[in-house]
Nanobody, 121 residues
Framework: QVQLVESGGGLVQAGGSLRLSCEVS????????MGWFRQAPGKEREFVAS????????DYADSVKGRFTISRDNAKNTVYLQMNSLKLEDTAVYYC??????????????WGRGTQVTVSS
């Protein structure tokens, strides 16, 4: 059974930082591309960042480029999202997801349940 479990969310002031983690089990983590997505209240889920399984390729939404960093530790079956300079508009539920193949922005097969990030003024 594939499981993705996010952690690290919480309440933070604007300008602050958080690091999200997603621990994966039930699949060969080192062969899956990983992504982070988010969904704010009343909005559709949107792509945040992705990382390939092999060559370290990363991709970011324009809204987070330069502030967020995605990384992975294949020995720990874990993907991370370091979020710096947080803004009010970063408030959302953050989901990690896994897909075989390339680190693209769509068609992720496995999803976690999400972790809430709330940025306050």
């Amino acid at each position: 059974q594939v499981q993705l479990v996010e952690s690290g969310g919480g309440l933070v002031q604007a300008g602050g930082s958080l690091r999200l983690s997603c621990e994966v089990s039930g699949l060969t983590f080192s062969t899956y591309a990983m992504g982070w997505f988010r969904q704010a209240p009343g909005k559709e889920r949107e792509f945040v960042a992705s990382i390939s399984w092999s060559d370290g390729y990363t991709d970011y939404a324009d809204s987070v480029k330069g502030r967020f960093t995605i990384s992975r530790d294949n020995a720990k079956n874990t993907v991370y999202l370091q979020m710096n300079s947080l803004k009010l508009e970063d408030t959302a539920v953050y989901y990690c997801a896994a897909r075989s193949g390339r680190a693209i922005r769509i068609e992720y097969r496995y999803w976690g349940r999400g972790t809430q990030v709330t940025v306050s003024s």
